[in-house]
């Protein structure tokens, strides 16, 4: 199995200056912080919030860790955990120092932030609901704890403390992922628990999504700049994503309270996380599959784009179209099924069903003829069968295996090449 290493999928561009930053078409706020969050008006935002803020609903935070301190999540936590063993028990300390990992804070204020006062501070998509904050560590983080390991832990722990739903803000830059995720994001789906990721950045060396963005049944999220245009480096792409969102001049709150713009699809998920609690708040007995479905089938088009696609999705979200439009019911989860994912790539590591046997008798043969012509060349003798299919099939199987070699040490370089 390939080693999974975790990967965060935002990055600090500068220190926010207040009014340095495009408000675009949104209006004017308290403060320039608030004017700066032009995805509030642009993509439907603040018109939902007539309709629906998200309480009532929760949504995890799979990171860094929430600080304590910033107003913005006065009230808003109310569960925490910590997976990789290194941070504080309630999953509120940064992983590794609020300075060197304030990640988490920006990515919850996006998703859940309450603001700091009247029109002031980061406001988050669904600033009605809830926050939980559970930590998990990264390369740097002194965490003993393979990261596979953390992930299964936080989604679990996020599932029974009664998570709407879970944002990833992660990738590892890699297709594929652990066993031990089949069972977790099926325990999350078991529990109608909706799962949105990032799908990771081209400036980070993710040229194409990885996991958990790779994985069926999840809301994965693509990001765009302010214009709405494909974020080359704040953005991945990927035949798995759902929808499109901000990712490049966005704000946050860090730990000590200060605000900083930032991009990354790690900023693009939690402001899809929160449309998803809008949605959850305004229809509550709507399953994830449908509040999934809603978010897709109401995004808006990309002018010039066949939808879906593999750097938008189904198109930029919008979320009062997505808590007010009438939108047809499915049945299934239309970002795939994970059970029969699992059923048809898993299935060569379940034991063999036992071959029947024909017990009936076999009658004797005929006697050999004594005479004997030449040997027929499409047919095994005893010495082609020792000195030509043998050491032919050695030859092909060791051939095989430094062929897959060879691919595997390629993938191996490149995928550490972007680590880098």
């Not at 034991?351 to 004997?372: R, V, W």
């Amino acid at each position: 199995m390939q080693k999974h290493r975790g990967m965060l999928a935002g990055a600090l561009t500068t220190l926010f200056v207040l009014g340095t930053v495009s408000a675009g078409t949104t209006p004017a706020y308290a403060d320039s912080v608030r004017d700066a969050q032009y995805w509030l008006a642009n993509y439907g935002i603040a018109d939902a919030w007539q309709h629906s803020n998200g309480a009532g609903t929760t949504i995890a935070v799979i990171d860094t860790g929430i600080a304590n301190g910033p107003t913005e999540f006065a009230g808003a936590v109310v569960a925490g955990h910590d997976a990789s063993g290194v941070g504080g028990a309630d999953g509120r300390t940064p992983v590794g120092g609020a300075d060197e990992n304030p990640h988490g804070s920006w990515v919850a204020s996006l998703a859940a932030g309450r603001g700091n006062g009247d029109g002031i501070g980061v406001i988050g998509a669904a600033p009605g609901a809830n926050l939980i904050s559970i930590s998990v560590g990264f390369g740097s983080s002194g965490s003993t704890i393979p990261f596979a390991d953390q992930i299964a832990d936080a989604i679990h722990f996020a599932v029974d403390n009664g998570a709407d739903v879970i944002n990833m803000s992660l990738t590892t830059n890699t297709k594929d992922w652990p066993e031990s995720w089949d069972e977790a994001f099926t325990y999350a789906y078991a529990h109608d628990v909706i799962v949105v990721a990032a799908a990771g950045n081209r400036g980070s060396g993710t040229e194409e999504v990885g996991a958990p963005a790779t994985i069926p049944g999840v809301l994965v999220v693509a990001g765009v700049d302010p214009s709405g245009n494909a974020s080359y480096d704040a953005s991945s792409k990927g035949i798995t994503l759902s929808v499109a969102a901000p990712s490049e001049e966005l704000v946050g709150v860090s730990p000590d309270g200060s605000y900083v713009q930032w991009a990354g699809t790690s900023g693009a998920s939690p402001i899809v996380a929160g449309v998803a609690a809008l949605v959850r708040s305004r229809y509550p007995a709507m399953d994830a599959a449908n509040v999934i479905n809603r978010i897709i089938r109401t995004a808006s088009p990309v002018a010039g784009e066949t939808l879906p696609n593999a750097t938008y999705g189904y198109g930029y979200v919008n979320a009062v179209a997505a808590v007010t439009a009438e939108v047809a019911a499915v049945d299934e989860n239309p970002m795939g099924d994970l059970a029969a994912w699992i059923r048809q790539h898993r299935k060569a590591e379940s034991t063999p069903e036992s071959i029947p046997q024909d017990t009936g008798d076999i009658p004797e043969l005929p006697p050999l003829d004594t005479a004997s012509g030449p040997p027929n060349p499409f047919l095994p003798t005893r010495d082609t069968l020792l000195y030509v299919s043998l050491p032919l099939a050695l030859f092909v199987g060791t051939g095989t295996l430094v062929v897959l070699g060879a691919i595997g040490a390629t993938r191996h370089l490149k995928r550490t090449a972007r680590e880098q």
